[in-house]
């Protein structure tokens, strides 16, 4: 059963903008904090953004004022905005759902971001 799937990756020359949204089916989304996690070749996963259950966010520091990152608990979707594109942001990028009082995980299979110089 695919509980979260991302879209809107692709191939975008530096400094444009992509969008990537999380569709998510599992129990008690709006008490799950929401992140955005990537991965590039040969090199750890790293957390990008996250959105917590009332709103709050956080940026790791390389996408802090170039990424936003958003939430509809109505539509259980999580959104990543990222603008001002650098190559180095090529990666694959992972939707994490991680329930507040539980600590249980959901993760999406991934969607690819490549920035051309």
């Known amino acids: 059963q695919v509980q979260l799937v991302e879209s809107g990756g692709g191939l975008v020359e530096s400094g444009g903008s992509l969008k990537l949204s999380c569709a998510a089916s599992i129990t008690m989304f709006r008490i799950s904090t929401i992140n955005w996690y990537r991965q590039a070749p040969g090199k750890q996963r790293e957390l990008v953004a996250s959105?917590?259950?009332?709103?709050?966010?956080d940026y790791a520091d390389s996408v802090q004022g170039r990424f936003a990152i958003s939430r509809d608990n109505d539509k259980e979707t999580g959104e990543l905005q990222m603008t001002n594109l650098k190559p180095e942001d090529t990666a694959v990028y992972y939707c994490?759902?991680?329930?507040?009082?539980?600590?249980?995980?959901?993760w999406g299979r991934g969607t690819q971001v490549t920035v051309s110089p």
């Open positions: 959105i917590g259950i009332n709103d709050e966010t």
């Open positions: 994490n759902a991680q329930n507040y009082y539980s600590g249980f995980n959901y």
